[in-house]
């Protein structure tokens, strides 16, 4: 069996630029890193050795949100109270990270836990139902912020179903 080297960098004779080598789908590539400087080829380097790991992740993270959601709620084995609070934070988690372009695990992947923090700062819950309008949709009273508490844990489930749907 012939095993693949690893990434690495080198030098030409014709170039003055550090090059660097690696292996995708079994075929040697080989591109400029376009600097002389060591430490920033290393970092050329380093960069293109975390896409082709992204790329090697991508296509299970390429799931819609909502069924990722439902493969983790199917198959990560929560019972009780904790698959209560699963189905309790899903939905809210959804509308704010779609409504910030997250469409896939993929986009979720590529999320700052910060700023899904943040998005969960917007999200309004509505209060309890207390009359019905004409057209029968419910009337609430007041509107409810999610409590850091809350967030904290929605932020948890986010990246516990990202691992989850990536190990399938």
Known sequence: MN????????????????????????ILRRES?????????????????????????SPRLRVPLRFGFTLFEQGCGLKGEALCQLRRLTPFLIE???KHGVQTFEDLAHASLFS??????????????????????????GR?????????????LAGKALEFVAGE
């Not at 690495?8 to 170039?15: D, F, G, N």
């Open 33 to 57: 890193t376009g600097t002389d400087d060591l430490v920033a080829a290393e970092r050329v380097l380093a960069q293109k050795v975390a896409e082709l790991q992204a790329d090697a992740l």
């Open 144 to 156: 409810f912020r999610l409590a850091n508490g809350m967030i904290e844990q929605a932020v948890a």
């Open 116 to 141: 899904i923090f943040e998005w969960l700062k917007e999200v309004e819950l509505p209060g309890v139902s207390v009359d019905l309008r004409p057209d029968e949709t419910p009337v609430y009273e």
């Open 3 to 26: 095993k693949q080297k690893p990434p690495r960098l080198y030098t030409r004779s014709e170039s003055s630029c550090y090059w660097m080598r690696w292996y995708e789908g079994g």
């Open 96 to 98: 704010a990270l779609e």
